[in-house]
């Protein structure tokens, strides 16, 4: 099952005179249960691209579809709503806030909604990655490694369709690279989520059920 689309997607950049075209007509999909890894050099567009499939910003033609449905001309609010309820982040930009505890961190997002119980979920997520005995840390008192599965733990509190992970490995050594994405892969399966990850690092290709190669704004394969 498809849960977000991308079809027929340009993204243009105006930059003083000059109009950069980001994304040149790009297609693209996720299903629930795949991880997809988007992969090219810097410039090509994989940001871009990501921030259309995050509905953090929308495509200046082209349709972008979520769960079948098009999306393309919501409101920001009717944008907002969908990201709240479908799509988890785990982007370098968004850091964990040092005042809080891993397991506050983890249920931020879902402060919005009271009618859950979401410290349970926290837990349990935490638990899930490892970091049963960190609850109470703060990041500070986390390793690379630990911080980044608490973002990913975080990423999951409201029960997305579809993750969305940018440089997922970036600041971690070669090792704690692997562990983090076979927890990804675990959850993947447990969670039934798609998971769009973008990176220059070629070891994230082990772990794709799909890549796509941007070259320039364009997709090769
Ligand atoms: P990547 O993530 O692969 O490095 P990006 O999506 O960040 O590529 O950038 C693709 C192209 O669009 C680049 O030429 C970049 O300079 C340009 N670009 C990206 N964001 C903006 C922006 N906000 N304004 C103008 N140009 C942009
Ligand atoms: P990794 O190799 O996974 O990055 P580290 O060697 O950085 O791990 O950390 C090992 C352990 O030390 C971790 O379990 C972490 O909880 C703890 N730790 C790391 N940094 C700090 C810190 N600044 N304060 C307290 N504990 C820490």
Same mark, same amino acid.
């Given at each position: ?78 944008? !907002?709503?969908? /990201? @709240? ?6 982007? %370098?930009?968004?850091? #964990?806030?040092?005042? &809080?505890?891993? $397991? ?10 009271? !009618?859950?119980? /979401? @410290? ?6 935490? %638990?899930?990655?490892? #970091?049963?005995?960190? &609850?109470?840390? $703060? ?14 733990? @975080? ?67």
């Amino acid at each position: 099952m498809t849960v977000v689309e991308l079809e027929d997607a340009v993204k243009r950049y105006q930059s003083g005179r000059e109009t950069i075209e980001a994304l040149k007509g790009v297609d693209f999909r996720a299903e629930r249960g795949e991880m997809v890894t988007v992969i090219g050099p810097s410039g090509s567009g994989k940001s871009t691209m990501l921030n259309l499939v995050g509905l953090l910003d929308t495509p200046t033609e082209g349709t972008v579809r979520v769960d079948g449905r098009d999306v393309t001309d919501f409101t920001e609010d009717e944008l !907002t709503e969908e /990201r @709240r309820s479908g799509i988890g982040f785990v982007f %370098q930009a968004f850091h #964990l806030l040092p005042m &809080l505890t891993a $397991t506050e961190n983890v249920e931020l997002p879902s402060m919005w909604d009271t !009618t859950r119980d /979401r @410290r349970e979920r926290a837990v349990d997520l935490l %638990q899930r990655v490892g #970091l049963g005995d960190r &609850l109470d840390h $703060t990041p500070n008192q986390l390793s690379g490694g630990q911080q980044q599965r608490v973002a990913i733990a @975080r990423a999951l509190i409201n029960e997305p369709k579809v993750l969305l992970a940018d440089e997922p490995t970036g600041n971690l050594d070669q090792d704690t690279g692997r562990t983090i994405l076979d927890e990804l892969t675990r959850l993947k399966e447990e969670e039934r989520i798609a998971i769009v990850a973008v990176t220059h690092d070629e070891q994230l290709l082990d772990y794709a059920d799909r890549v796509v190669r941007l070259v320039d704004g364009v997709i090769q394969e």
